[in-house]
């Protein structure tokens, strides 16, 4: 297939590299010279040739702000814009209206891999907007990453991608304090990540689909610890960080949620139900 990319930072350049490798017909543009070399693709000077040159149409860039400056006032006649920009989803939604008054039909898309991660086993891409498009490329993006449409929602796969995030900064926030607290001591802490901490988070992982069927069922019951005893070991934790000269900081906001739970009489239901205190 013909298929044009626009921006080439190192994402722009492992997508634009794995679809030629994969046979397909690439074209790209940059705004600097240069990202280009070594890529098997053909470049071009402008945004609007590379465009022009094929159907479908993959952004690849700092935000939408930058999406709406490159596209400006050039056409979309019969294109697919397929949008793997970090965003938001309200820019998605209002995306697809900005797009269909320039004559194209919208993609947008949350890539969940680190550039060295596309093309191989483990990538993903989450995919919202058109089901023609996505269904008509559906194929060659497959050799980007493991694709997962959606829904016709532009929203949709910027909201799962944010949400995707979120749940990777929880658990760095968490190796973070983790690896400051065993550093505190001077105890080596690839030891301590590789042999007790990964396969403790591996098994808590486990708990977590319990979880989320008990805020779906709005059930907070728990035959484990409570909200109370939560309570209670996260003063403690939060004490021993002090005395250990290590800041809490990243714990303290989980804490005040705790806390607010606690407060509002909810003491004897499980973890799960602090998701009340963020609706």
């Known amino acids: 297939m013909r298929i044009s990319i626009l921006g080439l930072g190192l994402m722009g350049q492992a997508l634009a590299r794995t679809l030629v490798g994969a046979g397909h017909s690439v074209t790209v543009w940059n705004r600097t010279e240069g990202k280009a070399d070594g890529l098997g693709a053909t470049s071009v000077a402008t945004a609007a040739e590379a465009i022009e040159a094929s159907p479908l149409v993959i952004v690849c860039v700092l935000d939408y702000a930058a999406v709406r400056e490159l596209l400006g006032s050039v056409r979309l006649d019969d294109r697919v814009l397929l949008n793997l920009t970090n965003g938001r989803p309200a820019e998605a939604r209002d995306m697809v209206e900005w797009v269909a008054a320039r004559g194209g039909d919208y993609l947008d898309g ?16 989450l995919y919202s907007g058109s089901p023609t498009a996505f269904e008509r490329y559906e194929e060659a993006l497959g050799a980007l990453a493991g694709p997962r449409y959606l829904g016709a929602d532009a929203g949709l796969a910027p909201l799962y991608d944010l949400a995707m995030l979120t749940g990777m900064y929880g658990q760095i926030a968490g ?3 983790a690896a400051a ?6 105890r080596p802490v690839a030891e301590f990540t590789t042999e007790l901490l990964v396969p403790w988070l591996t098994a808590m992982a486990g708990q977590q689909p319990r979880m989320a069927a008990d805020i779906e ?3 907070y019951v728990t035959n484990v610890s409570n909200l109370e005893i939560n309570q209670v070991g996260m003063v403690n934790l939060i004490r021993a960080f002090e005395e250990q000269g290590v800041k809490p ?31």
């Open 175 to 177: 190796f973070l304090e």
């Open 217 to 219: 069922a709005g059930a």
């Open 181 to 186: 607290l065993i550093a505190s001591e001077k």
């Open 249 to 279: 900081d990243l714990l303290l906001p989980m804490r005040d949620v705790l806390d607010r739970r606690v407060a509002a009489g909810h003491g004897a239901e499980g973890l799960s139900s602090l998701i009340e205190e963020l609706r």
């Open 110 to 125: 949350g890539i969940m891999a680190v550039p060295q991660m596309i093309g191989t086993p483990g990538a993903l891409i």
